[in-house]
């Protein structure tokens, strides 16, 4: 099959294109699927704008639509109706032996929601100004001819655009204001044959390992080639969202994991995503939790992952970390380890702390049930590997006196994580406000088999054995099953997670458990290949749950998958 021609459910993954701040889905809100495919926008929030429903007769068809990371079609043969990106902000339809009916999601207009409908007497166009996202969606008949329906009504009432004829072509596209009436040379073919090259280019460039062993990878490029979006609002870069469903924003550990398994191929996008969150750093060196087109929030942080991704960053990217950015890049970590150290850690005490499950992205897990401000043994692990990424960009700074505290502060708190939250036989988590111990059967709780090489034998091998309990046949379960809080669905009480699993294997491979690392990755890849590319994955069945174009799931598998796949070229190689 050629690259791009791989058929997607659209109730799985969204129609979109890089740049694009709209796809076409029939998810038109968390969890909610309407009958027809929208054209569902991702400024100001996640808003259902346009209806796309297929007509004969005047009535609606019962066609099949499906998709592919070049077009989405409805019907067959001689009854069917084609769509493609022409551009980020471009949508252009066509069809034959059907009809489209074009028409407002919202069928309410007031002065703040919905959306309102006009004939441009300039060029003849369809106007849809949307409240909610702020733009302006105009469509052009290029072939064929139109009707509008409910132009200029107000208050309750259908407005569409119905376009019809033996064989017809419109654009919808996305405009912030005023724009010149659309014209292109280019015909249909032309631009389906463009999108198709340039989604093989960029799937050749992330993923050429690719093989008939990772039947997943095209996939899982599209995944991430469609939720890019371009600058705009609070997103100062060009930006992988988590997904163009309802996770549409961008966090400040998820952008890690995009950002890894960009490196290789698209090195300059792939440093935009680990910069992004940083071009939000607050005057204290905090990072927000989360950014989007309209905000930024700041009510939580996120775990300080992003010495460990610097660290593997540096093996990925082509040419290393950029030259040019790494003194910057150096003042934005010391910031951030360093708001850790100072504002969230007990004054005399030698750990930081979350002050809610949401800090550590596992929201609800159990370390958090009793009490919310909690010492655990990952972030004190994470901020160890933060503190020895500095000492290492301080010396290529020139500055070996700021690598030796660096590196101090980094043996400190390995020594205090091994003296104070392990009991000898597992690691504990603790109040920072009693220093009573809290632990049970969480994933969390092994998180420190980051530090790979620098837990001591005896403590790494009671690691792994635990690691191995938690290992089912999809994956790293977050919650033992055997616990009293193990939920099938429960969030971070029991599904598989992407990010916490490439964690995971990389501090086993470091660690030299080698064996126990292929098994976590296999699985993990296993699930995606069979399941998708959901947000998580129930630990025992291995169906996907929540969100189920998550991109961070997908760059997962093409890390996992890209690292097998060279080992096992490395093998033959040397069976050769």
């Known amino acids: 099959m050629p690259t791009g021609d791989q058929e997607f459910s659209l109730r799985e993954i969204p129609f979109s294109y890089p740049g694009a701040w709209f796809d076409v889905s029939p998810v038109v809100a968390q969890a909610t699927y309407a009958d027809d495919l929208h054209v569902v926008s991702h400024r100001h929030g996640m808003h259902a704008v346009l209806a796309l429903v297929p007509e004969s007769g005047g009535a609606p068809a019962a066609v099949a639509a499906g998709a592919t990371p070049s077009a989405l079609t409805w019907g067959t043969g001689d009854r069917r109706i084609t769509a493609v990106f022409a551009a980020p902000e471009a949508l252009r339809i066509a069809g034959r032996g059907l009809e489209l009916r074009i028409r407002a999601a919202e069928p309410t207009l007031t002065p703040f929601t919905g959306s309102y409908f006009f004939t441009d007497p300039v060029d003849g166009s369809a106007v849809f100004t949307s409240y909610e996202t702020g733009c302006r969606y105009r469509v052009t008949v290029l072939s064929g001819h139109a009707r509008h329906v409910g132009a200029e ?37 032309d631009v389906l044959a463009a999108t198709r090259t340039e989604f093989a280019t960029f799937a050749d460039s992330v993923a050429p390992w690719r093989s008939e062993h990772t039947p997943a990878a095209e996939l899982a490029c599209y995944v991430l080639w469609s939720a890019i979006v371009a600058p705009a609002g609070f997103v100062g870069r060009p930006a992988v ?5 309802w996770m549409d924003k961008v966090w400040s550990w998820d952008h890690c994991f995009n950002a890894l398994a960009l490196a290789g191929g698209r090195p300059e996008l792939a440093w935009h ?32 992952i992003h010495g460990w991704t610097l660290g593997r960053l540096r093996g990925r990217l ?27 850690r007990v004054p005399g005490g030698p750990f930081a702390h979350y002050e809610h499950g949401n800090d550590s992205g596992w929201d609800n897990a159990t370390p958090f049930a009793e009490r919310r401000l909690v010492q655990t043994p990952d972030l004190a692990a994470f901020l160890v590997l933060q503190l020895k990424e500095l000492a290492v960009l301080a010396a290529e700074q020139g500055d070996p006196g700021a690598a030796a505290r660096w590196h101090a502060e980094a043996d400190s708190m390995l020594a205090s994580l091994l003296g104070e939250l392990w009991d000898g036989t597992r690691f504990v988590s603790r109040s920072a406000v009693t220093g009573a111990v809290q632990s049970g059967a969480s994933l969390l709780e092994l998180m420190p088999i980051v530090l790979g090489e620098h837990l001591p034998p005896d403590v790494r091998d009671k690691v792994v054995a635990g690691l191995e309990e938690h290992l089912t046949d ?13 939920e099938a669905d429960g969030y971070w009480r029991g599904p598989v ?23 976590v990755g296999a699985r993990f890849r296993a699930v995606c290949e069979k399941s998708g590319f959901a947000e998580n994955f129930d630990a025992v069945t291995g169906d996907g749950l929540r969100d189920r174009a998550y991109t961070w799931t997908a760059a997962a598998y093409l890390l996992l998958a890209g690292d097998a796949e060279r080992r096992r070229a490395r093998a033959a190689a040397r069976d050769a």
């Open 273 to 304: 995503q680990f910069q992004v969150v940083f071009d939000h750093q607050d005057d204290r060196g905090a990072l927000p939790d989360s950014i989007t087109h309209a905000e930024v929030l700041r009510n939580f942080v996120k775990p300080p």
């Open 474 to 486: 999809i994956g790293l379960a977050t919650e033992l099953p055997a616990s009293e809080f193990y």
């Open 497 to 519: 997670w992407a990010p916490v699993t490439v964690l995971i294997e990389d501090g086993l491979r470091r660690a030299g458990a080698v064996e126990l690392a292929d098994r």
């Open 241 to 245: 969202l988590m997904s163009k469903h």
């Open 153 to 189: 009504a107000l208050g309750t009432a259908e407005r569409a655009v119905v376009v019809g004829g033996d064989a017809w072509e419109v654009v919808i596209e996305e405009l912030p204001g005023t724009r010149e009436p659309y014209s292109t040379a280019l015909t249909f073919a």
């Open 318 to 344: 082509p040419a290393g970390l950029p030259e040019a950015e790494r003194g910057a890049v150096y003042r934005q970590l010391a910031a951030w380890t360093t708001f850790w150290l100072e504002h969230r």
